[in-house]
T-cell receptor, first 115, second 109 residues
Framework: DVKVTQSSRYLVKRTGEKVFLECVQD?????MFWYRQDPGLGLRLIYF???????EKGDIPEGYSVSREKKERFSLILESASTNQTSMYLC??????????????FGPGTRLTVT | GQNIDQPTEMTATEGAIVQINCTYQ??????LFWYQQHAGEAPTFLSY??LDGLEEKGRFSSFLSRSKGYSYLLLKELQMKDSASYLC??????????WGAGTKLIIKP
């Protein structure tokens, strides 16, 4: 059974703290993604990675950074958490694209609250 | 700009049929996905359409018309466990997924 895991289901942090969200997949997928999901909005892509040590900005990268030191692990970092980063964070992975798409497999999500 | 529209919420009765529509305007098209997301859980893949027509998978079917920028997800013989949000996503010219806000489907007995 394919699996994407995230380090925490719920997280509460204070404004200004540095926050690390970890994601691990066991499917040997090249592609990994970080999204945030807010009510009334679609999933918004923060960063993605097509390979180890490779990263690309998504639609809303401001205030975030990422790290991919190993193929199975993709970390999202909030350098200085702010209240507008309170959200559900979803990690996903997929096989590499090309001429066709492959479905993305999602982790269970981390609900982050910044106070 | 890029835009995907789907109804915010729909209500249907157990045992009935419901159709959830999705219209899109994107820079390029590399297929359309439907995902199901139960409250508090991760989205899970339902279907992928890249050619026009209807794809059937058990109680769920998905239709695509590329010329009209339109897709629908058809759910038959509704069950209470089908209560969830249904997300439409389109692959754009950069092979990135553009997501709709999702349709919350409420099933009543």
């Amino acid at each position: 059974d394919v699996k994407v895991t995230q380090s925490s289901r719920y997280l509460v942090k204070r404004t200004g703290e540095k926050v690390f969200l970890e994601c691990v997949q066991d499917m040997d997928h090249e592609n990994m993604f970080w999204y945030r999901q807010d009510p009334g909005l679609g999933l918004r892509l923060i960063y993605f990675s097509y390979d180890v040590k490779m990263k690309e900005k998504g639609d809303i990268p401001e205030g975030y950074s990422v790290s991919r030191e190993k193929k199975e692990r993709f970390s999202l970092i909030l350098e200085s958490a702010s209240t507008n980063q309170t959200s559900m964070y979803l990690c996903a992975s997929s096989l590499p694209g090309g001429e066709t798409y492959h479905e993305q497999y999602f982790g269970p999500g981390t609900r982050l609250t910044v106070t | 700009g890029q835009n995907i529209d789907q109804p915010t919420e729909m209500t249907a009765t157990e045992g009935a049929i419901v159709q959830i529509n999705c219209t899109y305007q994107t820079s390029g098209f590399n297929g359309l996905f439907w995902y199901q997301q139960h409250a508090g859980e991760a989205p899970t893949f339902l279907s992928y359409n890249v050619l026009d027509g209807l794809e059937e998978k058990g109680r769920f079917s998905s239709f695509l018309s590329r010329s009209k920028g339109y897709s629908y997800l058809l759910l038959k013989e509704l069950q209470m466990k089908d209560s969830a949000s249904y997300l439409c996503a389109v692959g754009d010219s950069n092979y990135q997924l553009i997501w709709g806000a999702g349709t919350k489907l409420i099933i009543k007995p």
